[in-house]
């Protein structure tokens, strides 16, 4: 049974005959009730599942990363959701590789600075350099969103908001052991959090 939730004219919830309404972020919308497969599933289907998957797993570690990053990208999608949209598009090949010079964790508008770079300064510690120019809406007060992951065994550290634009420099620790390497990502999110950055890779560091 549907409910009506703000009055007469106000958006339906529930089920009304084989369609169910609701809405997502004030949108309401239609869709049909759920019906039992009668047919067989597809190797074209299996293969996407499988890249649906990949991308998911790929992504899990890096969950509230992505949040911010993807903050605003469409009406509809955002977060989680929409950097898993973009790596299935733009960095997962035919063969199910992902790429990861082409995934983006962060996407929008801010300006990044420039004379961006990554080194490593001991066993443990990853120090980012940027020269802390300003384009379009950037702020002095734009903090860095800092990523660091070792993609082979799952393990990530990442900062959302960090140093200020006006720093030039800030660090975090590696997540990878002795032997390992660490893929690096960097952008930068507006003070008020409305806005954000596109992520920049800067490579591979071992450790």
Not at 64 to 83: D, I
Not at 86 to 94: H, I, Q
Not at 115 to 143: C, H, M
Request: glycine share 6%; aromatic share 10%.
């Amino acid at each position: 049974m549907a409910k009506v939730s703000d009055g007469l004219l106000g958006p339906l919830s529930g089920k009304i005959g084989p369609m169910i309404a609701s809405s997502w972020k004030g949108i309401p919308y239609f869709k049909s009730a759920h019906k039992p497969r009668t047919t067989n599933i597809s190797d074209k289907e299996k293969a996407n599942r499988e890249k649906f998957k990949q991308a998911q797993a790929w992504l899990k570690p890096l969950l509230e990363f992505v949040r911010q990053g993807f903050k605003g990208y469409t009406k509809t999608v955002e977060g989680f959701s929409a950097a898993k949209s973009y790596l299935m598009k733009n960095a997962l090949d035919a063969e199910g590789r992902i790429d990861p010079s082409k995934v983006k964790l962060s996407w929008g508008n801010l300006a990044l600075p420039d004379k961006i770079s990554v080194e490593r300064i001991d066993t443990q510690k990853l120090q980012f350099n940027w020269e802390p120019t300003y384009g379009k809406e950037a702020s002095d007060r734009d903090q860095v969103m800092l990523l660091a992951y070792d993609i082979k065994n799952a393990k990530a550290n990442f900062t959302i908001a960090r140093e200020f634009r006006e720093a030039g420099m800030a660090m975090i620790d590696s997540p990878c052991d002795a032997g390992a390497s660490c893929h690096v990502w960097l952008a930068f999110v507006a003070a008020d959090r409305r806005s954000q950055s596109d992520s920049i890779y800067l490579g591979e560091v071992q450790f």
